[in-house]
């Protein structure tokens, strides 16, 4: 499997975008700005767009999405998410008053886009790629997802604070090679790091102290103008996992 990051951060302000992770070209993990970056030709290639819950973030583009590729199409994008935030895109966003509800256009019987419930721990199998839901703790109900080629698996994180169950199902994935997890605020912004469900590095540190796989780590999501400062403070740790930085146009393989 080939993931392409084409947003990463946890903001915008050129040249942030959110995150919008391609993979194989016909997966989008995540719908943010940074989906924006795609030539319409490689938009229409998209046939599945996994969400890990419903903030803007994550799910700016998907509504844009839809409108881009709806008459280039013979069936539908399908979105994999929890029935919360199914919900919650159905209320607030294709609900023909912030955006046309696509489940019903073109027609009822032929829609640009349908949904489809995921359930933590069970498996989407597209074409041999295993799409998996992971535990995650947020402000809003959100999980992560564990992509699995056969050959290695990549894990990410999603947004999430502090979660033992993440990392316990982490440690059981034997082929693990990559994890991507966020880290949003530096150490100076702890109080709002933990009001808003999310990650420092000091508790990153904490985090990964429970990861027994000797997976390379990849740091996403951090908040407009705070990257330097959290990198200065995740080398200071000297975390083993020697996390980097997750970068637009980066391509991890595995």
């Not at 942030?16 to 719908?31: H, K, S, Y």
């Not at 998209?46 to 881009?68: E, M």
């Amino acid at each position: 499997m080939r993931l392409e990051v084409f947003g990463s951060d946890g903001g915008i302000g050129n040249p942030l975008r959110t995150l919008a992770l391609l993979v194989d070209d016909d997966i989008l993990v995540e719908a943010g700005s940074g989906l924006g970056e795609l030539p319409l030709e490689r938009l229409v290639r998209i046939d599945h767009v996994f969400v890990s819950h419903s903030h803007l973030d994550h799910i700016a583009c998907l509504p844009l999405l839809i409108d881009a590729v709806a008459a280039r199409r013979d069936t539908p994008v399908v979105v994999h998410a929890t029935q919360e935030t199914i919900a919650s895109l159905r209320e607030h966003v294709f609900n023909w008053s912030i955006w046309p509800d696509f489940t019903a256009l073109p027609t009822p019987e032929r829609p640009a886009l349908t949904f489809e419930p995921l359930d933590l721990g069970k498996s989407v199998d597209l074409g041999g790629r295993l799409f998996t839901a992971l535990p995650a703790r947020h402000a809003v109900p959100t999980v992560g997802f564990l992509l699995d080629s056969g050959r290695a698996s990549l894990a990410y994180s999603a947004d999430t604070s502090t979660c033992d169950e993440l990392w316990r199902t982490l440690n059981q994935v034997e082929n693990l090679a990559h994890v991507i997890v966020e880290t949003s605020y530096d150490d100076s912004l702890m109080d709002l790091t933990i009001k808003a469900g999310h990650l420092s590095p000091t508790l990153l540190a904490a985090e990964l102290a429970k990861l027994e796989r000797p997976a390379r780590v990849h740091i996403a999501h951090m908040k407009s103008g705070l990257a330097d400062t959290i990198l200065r403070e995740v080398e200071r740790l000297a975390l083993p996992h020697q996390p980097a930085h997750l970068a637009r146009g980066q391509v991890l393989e595995f």
